[in-house]
Structure formats: structure tokens, C-alpha cells
């Protein structure tokens, strides 16, 4: 028996609680707030005391301690959601190694109803073109949602493949405002793959598609209508819509097929930092180009 004690908000717990519920070999045995926890209150030491596992509704900076100490407690840790730096990822990456520990950062919806049903139909991709249009406005020079824009394309990459890069270009500049309004980065990855990323925030309907390039087909993935398209030389297309799926239920297959298999997982932790480390070196050479 698996005895979960997870750490959220009352609509997380009802919700998870719910989906556990159809796995008699797991069990929740306590609840408790974010803010219990922080404060150390007698909720979350017994949660300390009487689970193995410890499942967190969110993790951003003012809970990092918090995950430190369970993970240092011998608890193994699943997040939900996660938002901190790259630096504090190879933290308690280090802290769970070294502790054989579980830590599974659990992928955003879109993976599992989108990403994981294309990501079966890729193989070698020579060429990865991904195109997203965004209108939102701001008064900075650089839009505060291009940071979190290139950040989940990233993720996006490695949900497809993983790889060493071997060269990032990029350009960016303004073309109808004061601000950028157009970005192109090109990567070049060891394995032979290129993904071309073009961001624009000029006056367009929002767009987000993905294009992978591989022997004999053309995949395109588009976000927004939810849909796969594959092209093969036979000159026609087939056009899947991607049906609705329970993606809480997706999450904790996921988590039962991680725990069941291995005792220490730390594999999403990296595709996290990996994935910040490189829209961060983006975002800076974006910066000295615009300087």
C-alpha cells in the first residue's frame, strides 16, 4: 500500500482524491494547505511522519525550502505545477540523487491530450518549424509573455526529442511598434535536427503550430484547433482531431507508472532545467541583439 499525503488547496485535494480513489494501492492518508506546511503546523508533520510520498499542488519560490526539507526528510515528492529557477531545480535534483528519492514534476494538460499522442508518431526528425502568434500588449520593450512564450516551446522541443545543442542563432526586431514585435531562433541540435521557433506579436489571429519534418511524412500539431495533421508522398492529408481526455487521470497514470517501475526518478527535473537554461541563454542573446 502507498500511503500519499498530498499539500494544496481543498478543490487540488477533492480532485486528485477523487482519481486515487480508483487505485486500491494507493492511499491518502492526509491533507493539508500550502500554508499549513510552511508554517510547520501538526497537519503537515504528521503528513511527514506517516507518508512516503508527498504530493504538492505547486512549487514556486516560497516553497522551496519546503520541498528541500521533505525531500531531506527521505519523502519522495510529485509537483503538480513548478515554478522556480534553474539553480533551484539542480538543488533538490542533487538532494534526490543522493537520497535514491523520487521527484516528479508532473506535465502541463497539453502534453498529455497533444504531445504525447504526436510524439508516437515522430522519428528522426530532420526539421522542427514552430510558429506562434500572440497580440497581447505591453509597455516594455520586450512583451512579458514572449519570456514564458519561449520558455514553453522549449518544453515542447523535448516533449518531442532530447538532445545536446550545438548552436543557437537568433533575430528579433520592430517592425509596426516601439517594441519587439518579431523573433526567429534557430537551433541546431547534435543529433542532425534543426527547430526553427518565429514569435510574432504583430496585428494577426493567434496562431500555434508545430511542423516536424521526417523521411517521407510532414507532421503538423496545431495548439489551438486541438488537431494532428500528417502528410504523407502520397499527396493526402488525414487530419485527426485530438479527442478530450481526463488529464488528472493522465497525471496520476503517470505518477503509478513512474513509482512502479523505479524508486528514484529525477528525469522531469531536468527537462525543466534544460528547458530554462535554454530559453534563458534565448532571452539574452534576444537582449544584446535589441541593445
Known amino acids: 500500500m502507498m500511503h500519499i499525503g498530498l499539500i494544496g488547496s481543498t478543490s487540488f485535494y477533492h480532485l486528485y482524491k477523487n482519481e486515487f480513489s480508483k487505485h486500491p494501492q494507493v492511499t491518502i492518508s ?8 510552511l508554517n510547520n503546523t501538526s497537519n503537515f508533520e504528521k503528513i511527514l511522519f506517516q507518508c512516503e510520498y508527498i504530493f504538492f499542488e505547486e512549487m514556486n519560490a516560497p516553497y522551496f525550502n519546503l520541498i528541500t526539507s521533505c525531500l531531506k526528510n527521505g519523502k519522495h515528492i510529485i509537483i ?3 515554478s522556480i529557477t534553474s539553480e533551484q531545480i539542480h538543488e533538490i535534483y542533487s538532494i534526490a540523487i543522493e537520497g535514491n528519492l523520487t521527484c ?3 506535465n502541463d494538460p497539453s502534453y498529455y491530450q497533444l504531445f504525447k499522442p504526436f510524439s508516437k508518431e515522430i522519428n528522426n526528425p ?14 516594455k520593450d520586450l512583451p512579458t509573455h514572449i519570456p514564458q512564450t519561449i520558455y514553453q516551446c522549449m518544453q515542447h522541443v523535448l516533449y518531442l526529442f532530447k538532445s545536446d545543442i550545438k548552436q543557437i542563432n537568433v533575430k528579433s526586431c520592430k517592425i509596426f511598434s516601439e517594441k519587439i514585435d518579431f523573433i526567429s531562433v534557430m537551433l541546431d541540435f547534435s543529433n542532425g535536427c534543426c527547430v526553427h521557433l518565429k514569435i510574432t506579436t504583430l496585428n494577426t ?5 508545430i511542423h516536424v519534418y521526417q523521411q517521407d511524412r510532414i ?31 493522465e497525471k496520476l497514470q503517470h505518477f503509478l507508472e513512474v513509482v512502479n517501475h523505479t524508486k528514484t526518478y529525477t528525469h522531469s527535473l531536468l527537462d525543466r532545467s534544460f528547458a530554462l537554461e535554454l530559453s534563458g541563454k534565448i532571452l539574452k542573446k534576444i537582449n544584446s541583439f535589441n541593445e
Open 205 to 209: 489571429p493567434p496562431k500555434h503550430t
Open 104 to 106: 516528479l514534476i508532473l
Open 30 to 37: 492526509l491533507e493539508c494547505s500550502l500554508l499549513d506546511a
Open 126 to 139: 530532420f526539421y522542427i518549424e514552430m510558429e506562434v502568434q500572440n497580440n497581447n500588449e505591453s509597455e
Open 80 to 82: 503538480d505545477s513548478l
Open 219 to 249: 507532421y503538423t500539431l496545431d495548439l489551438i484547433e486541438k488537431t494532428i495533421c500528417k502528410n504523407d508522398n502520397t499527396n493526402t492529408q488525414n487530419n485527426q482531431i485530438v479527442t478530450h481526455i481526463n488529464t488528472t487521470s
